[in-house]
Nanobody
Framework: QVQLVESGGGLVQPGGSLRLSCAASGSIFSDYDMTWYRQAPGKQRELVATITRTGSTNYADSVKGRFTISRDNAKNTVYLQMNSLKPEDTAVYYC?????????????WGQGTQVTVSS
């Protein structure tokens, strides 16, 4: 089992930047695919960016070219660098860790961190 703690959220003006961090503990971090999700008020949770155990990345179309996901296995941490932020990026951002055990995916979630983009 893995525990996840997000940090780095806050209030930023449109066009600004933030870097989110998700620190993992309790298991072998490098065994997990890591994903950032977000959920805006009244909307469903959506995938933002994924980085696999091998370092492959995938992004939602809405953030391509603006957001960058990375991981540091030595620090058991995944990051989300967010540039050129827009008001529509306002949401609670959640960190997810996924590992398949005997073919069954197991998901673990952090508590979320609020990102607000507003002037």
């Amino acid at each position: 089992q893995v525990q996840l703690v997000e940090s780095g959220g806050g209030l930023v003006q449109p066009g600004g930047s933030l870097r989110l961090s998700c620190a993992a503990s309790g298991s072998i971090f490098s065994d997990y695919d890591m994903t950032w999700y977000r959920q805006a008020p009244g909307k469903q949770r959506e995938l933002v960016a994924t980085i696999t155990r091998t370092g492959s990345t995938n992004y939602a179309d809405s953030v391509k070219g603006r957001f960058t996901i990375s991981r540091d296995n030595a620090k058991n941490t995944v990051y989300l660098q967010m540039n050129s932020l827009k008001p529509e990026d306002t949401a609670v951002y959640y960190c997810n860790a996924r590992r398949s055990v005997l073919g069954v995916p197991r998901d673990y979630w952090g508590q979320g961190t609020q990102v607000t983009v507003s002037s």
